[in-house]
């Protein structure tokens, strides 16, 4: 209960740091990062508090957002070439996940729909891990530990790439039966993991050179 | 598959990726720190390089056009003494702009040649810079050193000198500034630099020029702070943070 508790609230910490620290990103492309975490907090807070029950379908509304909130994040750091590759992934993600839900592969109100998630992580990460590659091939001469950007990426790749196993499954409850509770253990672990990361990363990055 | 083969099946996969995403950040950073060193170099022997040039103009000036003017000077000498003298305001005008010449250029050698400025220190050759500025009427001047002054190595005052020198330069051809304030601030484990014109500023997200790259590029190169800050219309400020290095003198 305690891990459940501490994986929600680090979250509401994560957005009120990204509040905080608004100053250091404002200037860069990063900084609507508050709203994702906002809202993020939000509906944590809220189904751990009022809305324990069936709220499945909030979820599996997330993962829209999620993806192409990322798209859009990353969007300028991918570099010129990987731009149209990056709306095409929303597009693909987008068509195919109505697709899903439309014909009634999925069930948006009622079942996680894994199909839908697996695809959004992929695509995510696929973004992320051309993020660290730009950064590492046109931020010469800077140090990682100062750029946000970095530990942004860092942050989501753990967690994306630690729960990309976890949601790849439709029904925990039917498919894992008692080993249930540990795995949703895992999950709330990476999500503290992450969320440690970025506070590292909102703490400890600096106000890039004003010019 | 069994409930238990699935459930260490997913726990595997994921402490797998787990440590996949650490070991790729890690290799990130290591190979940044590697391509950091490796560039941290190839801007030394640019920046030596620069240095070496900027010596070489130095002595050019001097030796070449130095040794003209005086000996000009020395030809007005003698015109004055020959002249009518009707003739004598003139050739003694021309006499004191042929002088302001030798001092300029004099003054602009000493403030290209690296040896100049590790022989006076980092204080003198920017008073001496900032005393040019005055002399030419580009703007006023002014210049405060606060504190205990320290032993600063020779490289590190003369990157920190020409890191001012950019900076005044680019006040002097945009700004339109009219006065310039420059502060030394000595504490006992550094030296904090100010420098603040009056100008018309510029928008800082915008600009990527090459001689404030050169800036920044040598304040890492001394492990100096650097920062910058510029709006339109309210004047710009640098900001040099510079850490006390143990040197011969203070051991």
Same mark, same amino acid.
């Given at each position: 209960?305690?891990?459940?508790?501490?994986?929600?609230?680090?979250?509401?910490?994560?957005?009120?740091?990204?509040?905080?620290?608004?100053?250091?990103?404002?200037?860069?492309?990063?900084?609507?990062?508050?709203?994702?975490?906002?809202?993020?907090?939000?509906?944590?807070?809220?189904?751990?508090?009022?809305?324990?029950?069936?709220?499945?379908?909030?979820?599996?509304?997330?993962?829209?957002?999620?993806?192409?909130?990322?798209?859009?994040?990353?969007?300028?750091?991918?570099?010129?070439?990987?731009?149209?590759?990056?709306?095409?992934?929303?597009?693909?993600?987008?068509?195919?996940?109505?697709?899903?839900?439309?014909?009634?592969?999925?069930?948006?109100?009622?079942?996680?729909?894994?199909?839908?998630?697996?695809?959004?992580?992929?695509?995510?990460?696929?973004?992320?891990?051309?993020?660290?590659?730009?950064?590492?091939?046109?931020?010469?001469?800077?140090?990682?530990?100062?750029?946000?950007?970095?530990?942004?990426?860092?942050?989501?790749?753990?967690?994306?790439?630690?729960?990309?196993?976890?949601?790849?499954?439709?029904?925990?409850?039917?498919?894992?039966?008692?080993?249930?509770?540990?795995?949703?253990?895992?999950?709330?672990?990476?999500?503290?993991?992450?969320?440690?990361?970025?506070?590292?990363?909102?703490?400890?990055?600096?106000?890039?050179?004003?010019? | 598959?069994?409930?238990?083969?699935?459930?260490?099946?997913?726990?595997?996969?994921?402490?797998?990726?787990?440590?996949?995403?650490?070991?790729?950040?890690?290799?990130?950073?290591?190979?940044?720190?590697?391509?950091?060193?490796?560039?941290?170099?190839?801007?030394?022997?640019?920046?030596?390089?620069?240095?070496?040039?900027?010596?070489?103009?130095?002595?050019?000036?001097?030796?070449?056009?130095?040794?003209?003017?005086?000996?000009?000077?020395?030809?007005?000498?003698?015109?004055?003494?020959?002249?009518?003298?009707?003739?004598?305001?003139?050739?003694?005008?021309?006499?004191?702009?042929?002088?302001?010449? /030798?001092? #300029?250029?004099?003054? =602009?050698?000493?403030?290209?040649?690296? %040896?100049? $400025?590790?022989?006076? @220190?980092?204080?003198?050759?920017?008073?001496?810079?900032?005393?040019?500025?005055?002399?030419?009427?580009?703007?006023?001047?002014?210049?405060?050193?606060?504190?205990?002054?320290?032993?600063?190595?020779?490289?590190?005052?003369?990157?920190?000198?020409?890191?001012?020198?950019?900076?005044?330069?680019?006040?002097?051809?945009?700004?339109?500034?009219?006065?310039?304030?420059?502060?030394? /601030?000595? #504490?006992?484990?550094? =030296?904090?630099?100010?420098?603040?014109? %009056?100008? $018309?500023?510029?928008? @800082?997200?915008?600009?990527?020029?090459?001689?404030?790259?050169?800036?920044?590029?040598?304040?890492?190169?001394?492990?100096?702070?650097?920062?910058?800050?510029?709006?339109?219309?309210?004047?710009?400020?640098?900001?040099?943070?510079?850490?006390?290095?143990?040197?011969?003198?203070?051991?």
């Amino acid at each position: 209960m305690a891990i459940v508790l501490i994986s929600t609230y680090i979250q509401l910490l994560t957005f009120l740091l990204s509040v905080l620290c608004w100053t250091k990103y404002k200037h860069t492309h990063l900084r609507s990062l508050p709203l994702y975490f906002g809202v993020f907090a939000f509906i944590e807070l809220f189904c751990f508090h009022f809305y324990k029950h069936d709220n499945v379908w909030l979820y599996n509304l997330l993962v829209f957002f999620e993806v192409n909130f990322f798209c859009y994040l990353f969007y300028p750091y991918v570099g010129r070439s990987f731009r149209k590759i990056v709306i095409a992934l929303a597009v693909l993600f987008n068509v195919l996940s109505g697709f899903i839900y439309s014909f009634g592969y999925c069930d948006f109100w009622n079942e996680h729909c894994a199909y839908s998630y697996v695809l959004g992580i992929f695509i995510i990460l696929i973004v992320i891990f051309k993020v660290l590659v730009k950064i590492l091939i046109v931020n010469s001469y800077t140090k990682l530990g100062s750029s946000l950007l970095f530990w942004i990426c860092f942050g989501f790749l753990i967690f994306f790439a630690t729960s990309l196993p976890l949601f790849s499954i439709s029904n925990w409850s039917n498919l894992l039966g008692e080993y249930n509770k540990n795995i949703s253990l895992l999950l709330f672990f990476s999500v503290i993991i992450s969320h440690l990361i970025l506070i590292f990363g909102f703490l400890w990055s600096k106000k890039k050179y004003t010019y | 598959m069994e409930q238990k083969e699935i459930y260490l099946l997913i726990i595997s996969a994921s402490i797998t990726f787990f440590v996949l995403s650490v070991s790729l950040a890690a290799l990130f950073i290591l190979m940044q720190r590697r391509r950091d060193i490796y560039q941290k170099e190839i801007n030394k022997v640019r920046v030596e390089m620069v240095e070496q040039t900027l010596k070489n103009i130095s002595w050019e000036i001097h030796d070449n056009i130095g040794q003209i003017l005086s000996t000009m000077n020395l030809y007005g000498y003698k015109i004055h003494s020959e002249v009518p003298e009707k003739f004598q305001p003139p050739v003694e005008e021309l006499q004191e702009l042929i002088q302001t010449a /030798i001092s #300029e250029v004099r003054g =602009l050698s000493k403030s290209l040649n690296t %040896d100049y $400025i590790k022989n006076v @220190g980092l204080i003198k050759s920017v008073e001496l810079e900032l005393d040019r500025f005055k002399r030419l009427s580009f703007m006023e001047t002014e210049f405060e050193v606060m504190g205990q002054p320290f032993t600063i190595p020779n490289d590190s005052e003369v990157f920190l000198l020409r890191i001012l020198q950019e900076f005044f330069s680019n006040t002097m051809k945009y700004a339109q500034a009219k006065k310039i304030d420059v502060k030394f /601030i000595f #504490e006992e484990k550094k =030296l904090e630099v100010y420098v603040k014109d %009056d100008g $018309i500023g510029f928008d @800082g997200s915008n600009i990527q020029g090459t001689g404030l790259l050169n800036m920044k590029n040598r304040a890492r190169l001394i492990g100096a702070f650097l920062k910058l800050e510029s709006e339109l219309g309210k004047g710009t400020n640098l900001e040099i943070i510079y850490k006390r290095k143990v040197t011969e003198n203070d051991e």
